[in-house]
């Protein structure tokens, strides 16, 4: 039996409803940038750059503590800036072949992590400062907070569509993009960029060790459905922003973590449309 109560108090909670609405826009703007990612390949970036955002939380951290800031106050803008350094990083180094994308990705990860285990130490942290910002912590939001997620989700969403064309034609077939006189290093900067933005907006969701999931499985999902470039991005947005709510219902009602529990929906659902999706194609094959 349902009860009644228990959902209207839980949607009149001012925290969930931050909350709720942070997972619905995160959930919706991390599975645009993601299409372009699982097209070039590059699923493991987001996990890479996770790991370098984790350096710029604890190099924030360090550098408020130099300032005498409350701690934590410069964790996101550092994450930021470690995030979008490190992506440019890995694109550049891989666009110039001095060393190949999944050795690039190798070193962000055990670079990213030993990083920000050592800088939180030197700026009078401890480990367990930064799991909130490896698994989540979406019961620390703030509405200032919710004002900067809502600001750059829509950034994010809006120069995903407006680059698409151009961001499609450079990683469809870089090399016949080059050759047409398009600037595809360029645009596959301005896509680690946007993956990196993604990931720090991500951050406070589903956590660093989880937001590359946030941005593929959604795809991953529609692909199997899905038969255009455009119609994987629109639907992939769609089911990341129902993933991310019923997820996050979920969690308030078993008393899970929010983050691991968006997750898990997500490959559930995955595995549900992989196992049915072949056969409701074979009955509407049959059918007409």
């Not at 550098?63 to 990083?89: D, F, H, K, R, S």
């Not at 900067?189 to 989880?210: D, H, S």
């Not at 691991?260 to 049915?276: E, G, K, P, Q, S």
Request: net charge positive; with cysteine; aromatic share 6%.
């Amino acid at each position: 039996m349902i009860n009644l109560d228990y959902w209207a108090q839980m949607f009149a909670d001012p925290l969930m409803q931050r909350a709720l609405l942070v997972a619905v826009l995160v959930g919706g703007a991390a599975p645009v940038i993601g299409t372009f990612l699982v097209q070039r390949r590059l699923a493991l970036l987001g996990d890479g750059i996770g790991h370098v955002a984790l350096t710029g939380v604890a190099l924030g951290w360090l550098i408020g503590a130099g300032m005498g800031l409350a701690p934590g106050a410069l964790a996101i803008p550092g994450a930021v800036v470690a995030a979008v350094i490190g992506a440019v990083v890995i694109e550049v180094v891989r666009s110039t072949g001095r060393a190949s994308g999944d050795l690039a990705l190798a070193l962000m990860f055990y670079g990213g992590i030993a990083g920000g285990a050592a800088l939180i130490k030197v700026a009078g942290g401890t480990s367990a400062t930064l799991v909130s910002y490896l698994f989540g912590s979406l019961s620390t939001l703030t509405p200032s907070d919710v004002t900067t997620t809502v600001a750059l989700a829509g950034a994010l969403v809006a120069v995903g569509l407006a680059g698409r064309p151009a961001l499609f034609a450079a990683g469809s077939d870089e090399a016949f993009a080059r050759a047409c006189g398009m600037p595809t290093r360029l645009w596959n900067i301005i896509n680690a960029a946007l993956a990196a933005l993604t990931v720090t907006v991500a951050m406070r969701v589903v956590g660093l060790l989880l937001v590359s999931a946030l941005m593929i499985v959604p795809v991953a999902i529609t692909q199997l459905m899905a038969r255009s470039f455009a119609r994987t991005m629109a639907s992939a947005a769609m089911v990341g922003a129902i993933t991310g709510a019923g997820g996050l219902v979920t969690a308030y009602w078993y008393d899970l973590p929010p983050g691991a529990t968006i997750v898990v929906v997500a490959i559930a659902l995955y595995a549900v449309v992989a196992c049915t999706g072949p056969l409701i194609y074979k009955m509407r094959s049959r059918a007409t």
